[in-house]
């Protein structure tokens, strides 16, 4: 599809986005909730933050690639001292590739989610201040997202989150290791961090770190080549396709897979692109869209995250959805 230009004045959404929820046939009324986009958060979105234990994390490197991250503490590691500013209590760890990231005028995605109560909101802003105990972000832009597709589960600490952690991270190519495809095969839950013009650091449209939640499985994990691609199916939501309207003008972005038994994180990049159409989409049970991600590598870090979580309760919005398993002819598998 065609996209230039800047939008409106009036509307939060940028070129891609526009493109995206025209070719969906929701241009009017994702706008309707343009009003909902605002430039401070809300107290309850203040108050969400500063009560988590993890955050979840959006930059992008010096080539212009989007990783996504999670920071642990204690909560109250996030605080708001005012509806403009976040302040994170925490740094990545060495190998975190938002370690070296960071930096004061870095565009940031920032999405606090509560799992086991299922809400989540999100804050894109830009790094104003940095030193050892963490960083200062001030906001672009502020929303809520619904609750749709989150697997409910509840945190709790096995570490302390200022312990060291012991493994060293395994690196990944574009074709995946067998234990990286297996985490993918039984996830439910994945984060994906998209940013639409990350070559220009003067862009007014920053970087996003969204949710995708699905039955286990609901990532598809193929070979084509010396190359792992995922494909994921894209369910109705709330028609801002911040995600899909990104990947629409700048289609790298990087996943994030938390093995919520044994802390483990799976970080991927990659490239992305839109399927609108066709059989594959059609055989599985509500899906609207699918995404398909081209591996470019990864990172594999064991023992990241001093949080387990309780066994998961189903999203109520999945039953209706299909899987990869009954979509797949007889004989085969995904």
Not at 172 to 200: G, H, M, N, Y
Not at 212 to 226: D, H
Not at 295 to 322: E, F, I, M, Y
Request: glycine share 10%; proline share 9%; charged share 20%.
């Amino acid at each position: 599809m065609a996209i230039a230009g800047r939008p409106p004045d009036d509307t939060p959404f940028h070129p891609g986005e526009i493109a995206v929820q025209e070719r969906a046939g929701v241009r009017a009324r994702a706008e309707r909730m343009g009003p909902g986009i605002r430039d401070f958060m809300p107290d309850q979105h203040r108050e969400l933050f500063t009560k988590l234990p993890y955050l979840l994390v959006g930059s992008v490197d010096a080539a212009g690639q989007p990783h996504a991250s999670l920071l642990v503490g204690r909560p109250g590691f996030v605080a708001s001292p005012d509806a403009l500013t976040l302040v994170i209590g925490a740094k990545p760890a060495a190998d975190d590739p938002l370690a070296e990231n960071l930096a004061v005028g870095a565009a940031v995605g920032l999405l606090g989610i509560e799992l086991h109560t299922r809400r989540r909101n999100r804050m894109n802003g830009v790094v104003t201040a940095l030193d050892a105990r963490g960083f200062v972000v001030e906001v672009r832009q502020s929303f809520g997202n619904c609750p749709q597709y989150i697997q409910a589960r509840a945190p709790f600490f096995v570490l302390d989150p200022g312990a060291p952690k012991a493994a060293p991270p395994q690196r990944e190519a574009a074709r995946l290791s067998a234990a990286a495809v297996s985490l993918l095969r039984q996830a439910d839950t994945f984060f994906i961090a998209t940013a639409a013009a990350p070559e220009r650091p003067d862009s007014p449209y920053g970087v996003d770190v969204s949710h995708r939640g699905g039955k286990p499985g609901f990532i598809r994990v193929t070979e084509e080549g010396e190359a792992t691609i995922l494909t994921v199916p894209d369910f109705r939501g709330n028609n801002a396709f911040n995600t899909l309207g990104n990947i629409a003008v700048e289609p790298r972005a990087g996943l994030l897979v938390v093995d919520f038994a044994s802390g483990d994180l799976l970080s991927l990049t990659g490239e992305g692109i839109v399927v609108w159409d066709g059989p594959e989409l059609a055989s599985f049970a509500g899906a609207q869209r699918l995404l398909k991600l081209h591996v470019t590598g990864g990172l594999v870090r064991r023992n990241a995250v001093p949080l387990r979580w309780s066994q998961p309760q189903a999203a109520p919005q999945l039953a209706a959805t299909g899987s990869w398993e009954a979509s797949a002819p007889s004989g085969t598998s995904g």
